[in-house]
T-cell receptor
Framework: KAGVTQTPRYLIKTRGQQVTLSCSPI?????VSWYQQTPGQGLQFLFE???????NKGNFPGRFSGRQFSNSRSEMNVSTLELGDSALYLC?????????????FGQGTRLTVV | SQQGEEDPQALSIQEGENATMNCSYK?????LQWYRQNSGRGLVHLIL?????REKHSGRLRVTLDTSKKSSSLLITASRAADTASYFC???????????FGKGTMLLVSP
């Protein structure tokens, strides 16, 4: 069974640009969550998509957005990039059940904003 | 916000020794999970323990959960150099499936 695939693995962008990250979950999983990891703030929840709908949202500005497609693949978009957006962005795949929350992560996308 | 707090922040041991990491959290939980992360890469799922369970084993891993103290521990027995990584606990609450992570414990296992 294939794991969670995130693309690209590395990105370098300039301030003010926008970026789109992609995540393909484990086959059969309907929930995709996104997390941002920085040395200062640790792992922070961005949002969760379940069956193409945003189910939960973390405390991030509106520049961070996402979507999920009918095949459960998800994309995350960050507009008007700031230096502070440099981070490892991790995608988690789970069945989406409220009781079984076992989540499996991809290798992450390392975003550097210069 | 961080729900879990891992303790210690860093742990250095020799191969063959046992490593124990602790996690404390603040609110009632549904499940608690432990993850490993190697050098800024993705998180590897280690084990999930439900709020009604007290202990769980997986290979060289043993996890305990004490809901009355809002704490969990991860024991790695007979550590190997390959166990060198950061370890995180993550909790979720019933009806809210997202995970809240602690800041992690950095484990260094020397040959």
């Amino acid at each position: 069974k294939a794991g969670v695939t995130q693309t690209p693995r590395y990105l370098i962008k300039t301030r003010g640009q926008q970026v789109t990250l992609s995540c393909s979950p484990i086959s059969g999983h309907r929930s995709v969550s996104w997390y941002q990891q920085t040395p200062g703030q640790g792992l922070q929840f961005l949002f969760e998509y379940f069956s193409e709908t945003q189910r939960n949202k973390g405390n991030f500005p509106g520049r961070f957005s996402g979507r999920q497609f009918s095949n459960s693949r998800s994309e995350m978009n960050v507009s008007t990039l700031e230096l502070g957006d440099s981070a490892l962005y991790l995608c988690a795949s789970s069945s989406g059940g409220q009781r079984n929350t076992e989540a499996f992560f991809g290798q992450g996308t390392r975003l550097t904003v210069v | 916000s961080q729900q879990g707090e891992e303790d210690p922040q860093a742990l250095s041991i020799q191969e063959g020794e046992n490593a124990t990491m602790n996690c404390s959290y603040k609110t009632s939980i549904n499940n608690l999970q432990w993850y490993r992360q190697n050098s800024g890469r993705g998180l590897v799922h280690l084990i999930l323990i439900r709020s009604n369970e007290r202990e769980k084993h997986s290979g060289r891993l043993r996890v305990t959960l004490d809901t009355s103290k809002k704490s969990s521990s991860l024991l790695i027995t007979a550590s190997r150099a390959a166990d060198t990584a950061s370890y995180f606990c993550a909790t979720d609450t019933l009806g809210y499936s997202t995970l809240t992570f602690g800041k992690g414990t950095m484990l260094l296992v020397s040959p």
